[in-house]
C-alpha cells in the first residue's frame, strides 16, 4: 500500500545509548582498550563473499571468543 499509514509505527523503533548500558569495568571495555582490530576486517576482505548475505564482523567475533575463554 503507498502513501501515508494510519497506523502509529513509532513502537517499531527504539533509540538507547549501548554506553548507558555497558558498565565501565565491562570486559570488552578492556578488550577494545588494549587489542586494536580495526585493521582485522581490511585484511580478510578478499576472502569475502560478494553475492548472499554479508559476513558477520570479524572484530565482533574475536571479541565473543576473547569474552567466552574468560568467562
Do not use: C, K, W
Amino acid at each position: 500500500m503507498m502513501g501515508r499509514q494510519p497506523a502509529d509505527q513509532t513502537p517499531l523503533f527504539y533509540a538507547f545509548n549501548l554506553d548507558d548500558y555497558v558498565p565501565a569495568t565491562h570486559l570488552l571495555r578492556g578488550i577494545d582498550q588494549f587489542l586494536d582490530l580495526s585493521e582485522l576486517q581490511e585484511h580478510q576482505v578478499p576472502h569475502y563473499s560478494h553475492t548472499g548475505r554479508s559476513s558477520i564482523n570479524s572484530a565482533l567475533s574475536i571479541r565473543m571468543l576473547i569474552v567466552g575463554a574468560t568467562a
